[in-house]
């Protein structure tokens, strides 16, 4: 799960990035015995990912590695994976515990486990053969590229250390085994071999002999798998995301399942003893498809998908701050929640009329929508209509979208006359009854979401002298803004659609690219194509602010919820936040490459951007929700320090009761900075100023009976009236460790504490009522043990009752004022700190009690 880490930024870090899923490398899959499931690997980037096959809900994300991994392999304890010439072994998904190095002399694209055994192939045709445990190297082989190139490995069912060797040329040798096309058929020394050519060959490795042969005409074979609850069906895989289901007792293909994926299937299993299929693809994609049927027909089960092209636009939908719509280059608009995965929400690609194709029999690719460009969306009236318009790059009409029903609307908005010009800008007004497209020819239009009818549009004819770069309404339906490549900002009448320029309309130096409208406080951002930013009031249409520093084209701008900051993303690769009421860069980061796109939460908690050739939306998490940030100026020229690194969250651990349990003391004091609790019970201290409430609610009802006669062991005084022998009074233990242990200037409180920390609560009340000639001392004991920090809570007990018990004298004693003034501003230093951390570990629990995990 990949975030760049901010390391230049006070006000954001990076938190976890959505829709990551999958890439062009096979999953893995391993189970757990323990637990009786199934989990499955996948690899993103420079992580892996694993996912219970359940739910296919996020188990653990791996640690960061030094690459992005080649290949991955799995047993029951660890998972492998390699990273240029390096080999990595994790524990419990996450943690790096073995590390093989050192002999490949260039990259590893093969790996397999056999017990504790790892076997490694190399491009240059070099096989090594390393002992898991120990790390150690025990065997090496060395195979030309021209004769024999190494592109597969597997290991034969009931074959003791054997593994078999496919190559490019065709040509199998046994000795090593294992990769994405080629897999263990049902039957014992049968293996299935796929072919570059597209022909799947059932081959008998001790006969060597080709038993059957299938062909497809998709292209190579990527990936096999063999069904093993009953029916003898194979599944074939091909770079076009198709797969085909053949029976092997008849020989025959049963079923094609087309468009499985977007682009090549990358792997595929059968579960064992189970009518499932896991797949997963170069789409960003993971599925499980379910057979319901003996014909061999699958049925998509459950899926986990993201863009299978980089996102071009992001916004924040509702007012809650959790879902994010996203637009992509694949043509897809998507949802995801930034709580759970299981709430994200596929709404499609965009297609024409489906009902005029299927009659004139078109293909499924012929149907499609270009990408979309642009969008605007609104929940107020989405239970009611649609409630999402989308710009398709190209098309001279609009589309309208469903959120709730995750489909694509009934509505195509086009422009009532001169079909010669493309849609350039959108907005829905706050109600979500009306829409406003502008249009590359500088028409501005307005349309009714619940008919689709085209309500009237603004300017005569034309409201821009070309194109309509964008257009905003305020939270009331009363004004419009828009602006376009004729270097003006227009102001409209909503519904008279009539000017409403200023008097001294504002002049701008460039033509914008953008305008962004905080509603509520009626800001208007613009970002020019001199690469300046202008904000606008549009009361009064003055420029109020100008904002100079980003070297590249401006992509996208955001408001915060209460129109503080204005946040700009940059073809710099920078993410700028510009503080509008000190008109000053309060924040300025860099990302590793450059954000198309941002979108702030309504709420303000995350910031979202997309980012050049990704597929992922990163959130950013702000600090200045859960901590107390310093934001200072920044000069225009400053240069962010580049975010290396990845940030991740982890949502779960496949097994937390496989890690060693090792006992290890804690110190008694961590760090200085920190505060430490007593570790005495808290019966001992906390009654400590109510104990005289306590003795009084703990009274008998009635008093003791004197007993008649005395029983002989009691020990008596003797005289003319004998009498029982009374115990001495109890000697202050504590004021004879003032006055003959120690000095009471230079004294040192550790004994005296210890001797404190030994008594019960009667006693620690009796010693502190004798403490009367040294209410000092005792201060200055507490006053060391809070610049310690250390026993805090016993310390504010101790403090609590001294001052019960000794009010007036210390405040008669200026000494003793003197010193409980010291003890005071100490107290307020520590409390202000533990406010901070309280704030932000409230912030945390809050998260983790409400986020579904």
């Not at 390096?86 to 017990?115: P, Q």
Request: proline share 5%.
């Amino acid at each position: 799960m990949l975030a760049h880490e901010v390391t230049g930024s006070s006000l954001f870090s990076g938190f976890r990035a959505l829709g990551l899923y999958s890439n062009h490398l096979p999953h893995v899959l391993r189970y757990h015995a323990r637990h009786r499931e199934f989990y499955v690997t996948t690899a993103v980037g420079n992580r892996f990912h694993t996912y219970n096959v359940k739910k296919l809900g996020i188990i653990a994300v791996s640690n960061a590695l030094p690459g992005d991994i080649s290949c991955l392999a799995a047993d029951r304890m660890l998972v492998f994976a390699a990273v240029g010439r390096d080999v990595y072994a994790f524990a419990r998904n996450k943690e790096i515990v073995h590390h093989y190095s050192h002999a490949h002399a260039s990259d590893v694209h093969l790996l397999l486990v056999l017990g504790d055994t790892l076997v490694s192939a190399d491009h240059d045709g070099l096989l090594v053969v390393w002992d898991v445990p120990t790390q150690e190297e025990y065997l090496r082989l060395t195979f030309d590229p021209a004769t024999f190139d190494l592109s597969a490995l597997a290991h034969p069912s009931t074959y003791l250390n054997k593994v078999l060797l496919g190559s490019s040329q065709g040509a199998l040798q046994l000795w090593n085994l294992k990769t994405k096309n080629q897999s263990v058929a049902p039957a014992v020394d049968v293996m299935g071999v796929g072919l570059s050519s597209g022909r799947i060959l059932l081959h008998d490795i001790r006969a060597d002999k080709t038993l059957m042969s299938f062909s497809q005409d998709w292209g190579p074979v990527t990936t096999l798998s063999f069904r093993t609850d009953g029916p003898p069906i194979m599944a074939a895989g091909g770079p076009g995301g198709h797969m085909a289901f053949w029976d092997l007792e008849s020989r025959r293909l049963v079923t094609q399942l087309r468009h499985a994926h977007r682009s090549a299937v990358a792997g595929a299993t059968f579960l064992p003893s189970q009518q499932l299929l896991l797949t997963n693809g170069a789409d960003n994609a993971l599925k499980v498809w379910v057979f319901e049927q003996e014909g061999g027909v699958a049925r998509l089960l459950r899926s986990r998908q993201g863009h299978s092209a980089p996102p071009t636009t992001i916004r924040h939908h509702g007012n809650a701050g959790r879902d994010i719509l996203s637009a992509g280059q694949d043509g897809t608009l998507q949802s995801f929640s930034s709580v759970h995965e299981r709430f994200n929400k596929s709404l499609g690609h965009g297609s024409a009329n489906k009902k005029m194709t299927k009659k004139k029999g078109l293909k499924f690719e012929e149907i499609l929508l270009p990408p979309i460009t642009c969008f605007s969306s609104e929940s107020a009236r989405e239970g009611d209509w649609d409630g999402v318009v989308a710009l398709h790059r190209g098309e001279a009409a609009a589309r309208t979208w469903n959120y709730q029903r995750c489909t694509m609307g009934k509505h195509r908005l086009a422009p009532p006359a001169d079909q010669n010009k493309t849609i350039s800008a959108v907005d829905i007004t706050s109600c979500g009854n009306f829409v406003l497209i502008g249009w590359s020819s500088g028409h501005l239009d307005v349309y009714n979401l619940q008919s689709g009818i085209h309500r009237g549009h603004y300017g005569n004819p034309t409201a821009h002298v070309g194109a309509v770069r964008g257009v905003c309404v305020d939270g009331l339906n009363q004004r419009v803004f828009s602006v376009g490549a004729d270097c003006l900002l227009r102001a409209w009448r909503f519904k008279t659609r009539s000017h409403d320029d200023p008097a001294h309309p504002p002049k701008l130096d460039s033509a914008p690219s953008m305008l962004r409208l905080h509603r509520d406080s009626g800001m208007l951002a613009l970002a020019l194509d001199d690469l300046t930013l202008v904000v606008i009031d549009t009361e009064t249409g003055r420029v109020v602010r100008k904002f100079l520093g980003h070297s590249g084209k401006i992509n996208d701008l955001t408001f915060s919820p209460d129109g503080r900051w204005l946040i700009s993303a940059s073809m710099d690769c920078t993410i700028r936040t510009w503080d509008l009421p000190s008109g000053c860069m309060v924040d300025c980061f860099l990302c590793e490459t450059a954000a198309v796109s941002v979108s702030l939460s309504p709420i303000g908690d995350f910031l979202s951007s997309a980012h050049v050739d990704s597929l992922g939306i990163y959130l950013w998490s702000n600090k200045s929700i859960y901590s107390l940030v310093s934001l200072r100026p920044l000069p225009a020229d400053y240069q962010p320090v580049t975010g290396h690194g990845e940030s991740c969250v982890t949502l779960g651990d496949e097994d937390e009761d496989q890690m060693a349990s090792a006992c290890w003391d804690s110190q008694e004091q961590l760090e200085r900075h920190l505060v430490t609790m007593t570790s005495l019970p808290e019966s001992r201290w906390r009654n400590l100023f109510n104990l005289d409430v306590v003795k009084r609610r703990n009274q008998p009802q009635q008093p003791p009976q004197r007993p008649a006669a005395a029983p002989y062991f009691l020990p008596t005084v003797s005289g003319l009236q004998p009498s029982f022998q009374t115990p001495e009074a109890p000697v202050n233990q504590v004021l004879s460790y003032y006055y003959h242990s120690w000095n009471i200037v230079t004294a040192s409180y550790v004994a005296p504490l210890a001797l404190l920390k030994s008594l019960g609560p009667s006693a620690v009340d009796l010693e502190l009522r004798g403490l009367s000639p040294d209410l000092v001392a005792f201060l200055q004991m507490l006053e060391a043990m809070l610049e310690e920090r250390r026993d805090f809570d016993l310390a504010q007990a101790y403090l609590a009752l001294l001052l019960k018990l000794y009010l007036r004298p210390l405040s008669a004693d200026p000494l003793a004022v003197a010193t409980l003034q010291r003890l005071l501003g100490r107290l307020e230093t520590i409390w202000a700190e533990l406010r901070v951390s309280f704030d932000q570990s409230l912030c945390l629990l809050t998260y983790t009690k409400t986020a579904l995990l």
